[in-house]
DNA sequence: TAGATTGTTAATCGATTAACAATC
DNA sequence: TAGATTGTTAATCGATTAACAATC
C-alpha cells in the first residue's frame, strides 16, 4: 500500500540506489525474482529491512517467489526519478571537474551534463570533450534556457557557498557538494554531500576504531 | 569523561569532519573559541546534538566561552587518525582515478597517495603526476611494503568485488568505494562509499519529493 | 553578581529488527 | 498439500532533542 515517496524515510531513499544496482545487475544475468533475502544477502541488509524498504514502494511481492525483476527495476526508476532525463551544470573545471564532465556512466543514467563553468577566465573556451568551459556570468542564463535542475559544486572550499548561491539563485533545485565545506542552503533546494576528503577522514576514523577493538 | 572513540556511533563520527572543517576555517579567521549554537548554526545541527557529539571527545568545553578553537581542532585531527600520514593507493587510472591522484587537497590533509594502478596494461609506465601507473600484479607487494592502509576502488562496477578483495588480501584496512556497484567486505575490512552517481539518483529522488510537497 | 553556556539526564522520535498470519 | 516468502504489526534499539543543574 504505497503512498508514494513523499514520506519515505531519508535512510531508505538513500538505499533505492543500491537495489537499483544489484537489481540491474540481476536483471543482465538473466533472472527474472528476487527475493528479500536475497537482496539484503547481497547488500549486507536484513530481509526485514528489505521488505519494509520495498513496502514504501508501488511494488508487489509474490509469495514463494519474491519480486519481479522488470518491475522493480521499473519501480525504483520512477521512485528515484531517473525516468525522465535530469539536467546537471558543474561548476568548476578543476580534475574534478573535467572527470565529472567526461563520466560516461552520468549520461547513460539519465543524467545530461549541458555545461561547465569557472571562473577563471583562462579558462573560458577551452573544451572537456565535447562541452566548452563558460564563464560564472553564463551560469543564470544557462540554467533557465536549459532548465537544468542539478548543479555539482566542485570548487575549492573558500568558493563553494558562493557558488552554491549563485547556483541557487540561478534556480537549480539540488546541489551535489564536492567541496571540503558544508553548504548552507534555502529549504526548498536538496544538498547531497559528496566530499571525498570527509569520506577518508569517515574511513580512517574507522579504520582507527576497528584497530582499538581488536 | 570520554572513553575514546571505540564506542562513538557512526552518524556522530560522520559528522566529526564537518566539525574539523569547520573549526578549521574559524582558526583562519583569527577566531578562538566557538560556542556549540555557533557550530550548529553553520552545520545545520541543533546545538544539543553539538555538545552530545563533542561529548564523544577528549575535549571539554568552558561556560560561558564555548570551546576552544585550537584544543578542538587538535582533538577532533586525533579522533579521526589524522594526526599520522595515512598512504593510500588508487585502482583505475581512468577519469576519476587520475583525478583523485591528482587532487592536491588529498596530501594536504594527510593522505599519501603511494600508488596507481590498472589491469589496462597498456597505461602500465604512464604517469599520473608525479606517479607511474602500474600492472595489478604489483598491488600486493606494493601495499605490503608501503604499509597502505586505504584503497580506493575507482573502476567500471563489473571489476569493483574482484578489485576490493584484491585490496584486501593484499592488506589494506579500509576501501573507498567509487563504484556504481555495492561491495562486499570482510567485517574487520571498513568500507566508506563515494558513488557518485548513486549520489546524484539520491539527489534526482530528493528533488522529486521536495517538488510534490510545495 | 547576573547571564551565558556547558555537560548530562531524561524524553521523544524514528529506524531497524523480530515475529507471524496471509498467501501463493 | 506443504513450504517458502511476502506484508505488516509490534518490539527493540538507537539517535536526536529538550531541559536544566552546574559552572565560569
Given amino acids: 500500500m504505497s503512498v508514494g515517496l513523499n514520506s519515505t524515510p531519508v535512510p531508505v531513499i538513500r538505499r533505492l540506489p543500491r537495489y537499483l544496482a544489484r537489481v540491474e545487475h540481476l536483471l543482465e544475468t538473466g533472472q527474472e525474482w528476487v527475493s528479500s533475502a536475497e537482496l539484503a544477502e547481497a547488500l549486507d541488509l536484513t530481509s526485514s529491512t528489505v521488505r519494509q524498504d ?4 508501488d511494488v508487489r511481492g509474490v509469495s514463494k517467489r519474491g519480486y519481479g ?7 525504483l526508476v ?10 546537471v551544470v558543474i561548476v568548476g573545471a578543476g580534475n574534478f571537474g573535467r572527470a565529472l564532465a567526461l563520466h560516461e556512466n552520468f549520461a547513460r543514467r539519465g543524467f545530461e551534463i549541458c555545461g561547465v ?20 556570468d553564463r551560469l543564470p542564463e544557462a540554467v533557465r534556457t536549459d532548465k537544468v535542475e542539478i548543479g555539482i559544486v566542485a ?4 568558493a563553494a557557498q558562493d557558488v552554491a548561491d549563485r547556483l541557487m539563485d540561478a534556480g537549480v533545485r539540488g546541489i551535489l557538494n564536492l567541496a571540503y565545506t558544508h553548504i548552507n542552503a534555502r529549504h526548498d533546494v536538496a544538498v547531497v554531500d559528496a566530499r571525498l576528503v570527509a569520506l577518508l ?14
Same sequence: chains 1, 2.
Fill in 69 to 75: 525483476l522488470v518491475d522493480l527495476r521499473n519501480t
Fill in 78 to 87: 520512477t521512485a528515484l526519478g531517473l525516468d525522465s532525463k535530469s539536467k
Fill in 201 to 214: 577522514q569517515e574511513l580512517s576514523c574507522a579504520i582507527k576504531m576497528r584497530s582499538g577493538i581488536r
Fill in 117 to 136: 563553468f569557472d571562473s577563471n577566465s583562462k579558462l573560458n573556451g577551452k573544451k572537456i570533450g565535447s562541452l566548452v568551459i563558460e564563464d560564472m
Fill in 155 to 158: 570548487v575549492p572550499a573558500a
Fill in 54 to 57: 520495498l513496502s514504501h514502494l
